[in-house]
Nanobody
Framework: VQLQACGGGLVQAGASLELSCVLS????????MGWFRQAPGKDREFVAC????????HYADSVKGRFTISKDNGKNTLSLQMNILKPEDTAVYYC???????????????WGQGTLVTVSS
C-alpha cells in the first residue's frame, strides 16, 4: 500500500498552497480519504475527509472555508487546496485512507509519510 504526499513548503501568511497525495488505485477506489496534521509538540489533528464517491466532505472548524479537499480519479490523487494560510496552520500534513467517514485518526488504516507546511507571519 502506497501513499505519497507532497507539496509542502514555506509560505507567508495569507498565501495558498496545494498538497497532493498519490495513492494506489486499489486504495483510491475503495476507501475514505483524509488529511490530518501535527504541529510541533501537539497531537495529530483532523483536517478534512472525503468519501470514496466524493459525494461528501467534512472539515475541521479551523480550516472550514479556507481549505478544500478533492480527488482526481484519473490520477489517483487526493488534494488539499489551502488558502489564506495562517501561522497556526504550520504542521506536518498527512494523507490517510480508511473504511470510515471519520475525523478520528485511529479509524484510518493507511498513512502517507507526511509533508511539512510552514507558514511565516
Amino acid at each position: 500500500v502506497q501513499l505519497q504526499a507532497c507539496g509542502g513548503g514555506l509560505v507567508q501568511a495569507g498565501a495558498s498552497l496545494e498538497l497532493s497525495c498519490v495513492l494506489s488505485e486499489r486504495i483510491f477506489s475503495s476507501w475514505v480519504m483524509g488529511w490530518f496534521r501535527q504541529a510541533p509538540g501537539k497531537d495529530r489533528e483532523f483536517v478534512a475527509c472525503i468519501r470514496r464517491s466524493s459525494a461528501s466532505t467534512h472539515y475541521a472548524d479551523s480550516v472550514k472555508g479556507r481549505f478544500t479537499i478533492s480527488k482526481d480519479n484519473g490520477k489517483n490523487t487526493l488534494s488539499l487546496q489551502m488558502n489564506i494560510l495562517k501561522p497556526e496552520d504550520t504542521a506536518v500534513y498527512y494523507c490517510a485512507a480508511g473504511p470510515a467517514f471519520s475525523a478520528i485518526a485511529s479509524t484510518y488504516r493507511y498513512w502517507g509519510q507526511g509533508t511539512l507546511v510552514t507558514v511565516s507571519s
